[in-house]
């Protein structure tokens, strides 16, 4: 915390900072992590799951809106923190995300760091799936103003295709934050009497007792790639998404969600029968029980894995990732055929 | 739970059963197991870091006594019951531990499982270490009771050496408890309108996202061993210890801390010049600083690693642990032999 601020507690009375940063910072660990109390309403589902777990309640979430490309309004994040506020709420925490799970969206940071530097909020960002962009010289704009973050939560296993799992939290606190909130010094297993420095065991500053050493996975993967191997996965990333969308546009039976600005390529198969019919009042509804059925089919076949989902008012609609480092123009080419093969009857 | 008495809160007022058992669920995947409010003095410090962690408090978790083995005294738990009831708190949850970390005690179950019914509690058995003895015809008995327990952690990676991490958590409930407790229903995530059967998806029944599929080593190593060469690696292991424990009966430098009756072989080296110096008012304080200087030396000529740590009144102890199936009568008196040669001048 840039200031000793009072925390949120679900009744509104303030609690100890430590307090509650011990439990802000309990679950960050790994892929579960805690964003209230205000977060877009585009954020991972698992900001809603950590404050249930935490003891907070779902309630003490305050959900930001988002504008039509996923991206949080730091208008409306002020709002909230006003409105919290105005109910007697002491608001100390804000989730930014940068890589939202569908669209792929970046939220403003510069924006939300002014709002959190105002109002003396905690900064945390989940940059689980696009924080690897930071690699890239040509792509890392998209998160800037993540210096000004106090948490970064990023999983290298996404974007950079480490091994399950591999999460990682950066911090800006040098006082070994994690340490003072999480050590519980067993001391049947944290012996402080060892011959070199136990600062080096990190064991008691996570939440889980016998766990793999993720690390590992990441440090050998930077030391096999080097800085500019894993920048150019990245960039690669970014040209296939562009090459990938730029075929689909020209082919009858594509729709582009949006024009995507990650790696997330959200679209519609539009199958023969559906083309032209947009005005039909029963479109959005049978277009929306397209992608099961190709899933379905592809699944069976086994040929390709793409994810669907609906999100909002839009019905079920494809997301395909394009993160595999050995993906190729071809393989791209064979998306766009098979999912025409598979859907012509349609 | 077998009725629905109410749950403790922080303040000792009564809350929904449901609200809570989602919280005492919601920490329970893995490693990491909440058990309060009452837990035996020789109990997992996991315990007391998952009250932190869910908001309970570590107040709420009442430390039960343990006899001089590092079992669970009923009747003191009995007592902690009434004494918490006495100061208008609502107990809940017992937890007791089938092989404690350092001596490997077997809490009496059935004993405790007669409290816990008597005041409709709900029994949690942390098994992480001592459930896989379960597999073993001779010596199961160790956990008769634990067919009575509400919930059971179990750590196959431990006992039975299955990869880091693989952890499961049982229970009596069939009515889908985790998924009532942890489902949040992202669509974006887990699809409803799939081909097959979405019971199979297990994501939204636990805590975390994206994980590794840890149950697939338990049951490739279950398939290639069958539950006889399981059973072997467990006998095994037991007949080893026995092994160990009656070759260092023949030695001078070892001092067994209790006879064990798992594979936790608790000892002193006591070294040449400590030997007959029982009576010396600094013979405790200087045998404590064998264990470190011992294992500082194992470590850097990386012939063994063994590990120590004081316990309760006790100075360092060296702990070997018995469970490596690939461990002979040779190894043993290796060990033995090692750490006479490592401490000799000592």
């Known amino acids: 915390m840039a200031d000793s601020k009072p925390l949120l507690s679900r009744d509104g009375d303030p609690m100890a900072a430590e307090a509650l940063l011990r439990d802000v910072f309990g679950i960050v660990v790994d ?14 589902y698992s900001i809603k799951k950590g404050a249930a777990f935490l003891g907070l309640g779902t309630d003490s979430v305050r959900v930001v809106k988002a504008d039509e490309r996923g991206k949080m309004i730091p208008e409306d994040l002020e709002r909230q923190i006003s409105l919290a506020e105005a109910e007697g709420a002491v608001p100390f925490l ?23 530097q105002r109002h003396g909020l905690w900064m945390h960002v989940d940059a689980a799936w696009g924080g690897s962009v930071l690699l890239s010289q040509t792509h890392r704009h998209l998160l800037d103003g ?17 091994g399950l799992q591999c999460s990682a939290l950066l911090l800006q606190d040098t006082s070994n934050l994690l340490k003072h909130c999480h050590g519980s010094q067993a001391s049947y297993l944290f012996q402080q009497d060892k011959f070199y420095d136990v600062a080096l065991d990190t064991g008691d500053k996570v939440v889980q007792c016998g766990r793999r050493v993720d690390c590992l996975k990441l440090w050998l993967m930077w030391k096999a790639q080097g800085g500019q191997g894993l920048e150019c996965r ?14 689909m546009k020209k082919r009858e039976g594509f729709e582009l969600v949006m024009e995507p600005e990650f790696v997330n390529v959200c ?17 959005s509804e049978r277009l ?3 992608a099961p059925v190709l899933k379905e089919r592809m699944v069976k076949e086994g040929s390709m894995m793409i994810g669907y989902q609906p999100h909002g008012t839009k019905g079920n609609f494809f997301r395909m990732v394009v ?23 349609l």
Chains 1, 2 share one sequence.
């Open 31 to 44: 892929e579960i992590i805690w964003k209230g109390t205000s977060a877009s309403e585009k954020c991972h």
């Open 94 to 116: 804000v989730i930014a995300t940068s890589g939202t799970t569908v669209l792929g969206a970046f939220d403003p940071l510069e924006a939300i760091a002014d709002v959190c």
């Open 146 to 162: 993540i210096q000004r973050a106090d948490s970064v939560a990023w999983n290298p296993h996404k974007l950079l295709t480490a």
């Open 234 to 247: 990245i960039d690669q990333a970014f040209a296939l998404t562009r090459y990938l969308v730029k075929e």
């Open 267 to 283: 679209f519609w198969f539009v199958p023969p029968s559906l083309r032209g019919k947009q005005e039909s009042p029963d479109y």
């Open 288 to 290: 929306a029980k397209v």
């Open 323 to 345: 993160a595999n480092p050995a993906l190729t123009r071809a393989d791209m080419d064979f998306l766009l055929n098979e999912l025409e093969r598979l859907g012509q009857d």
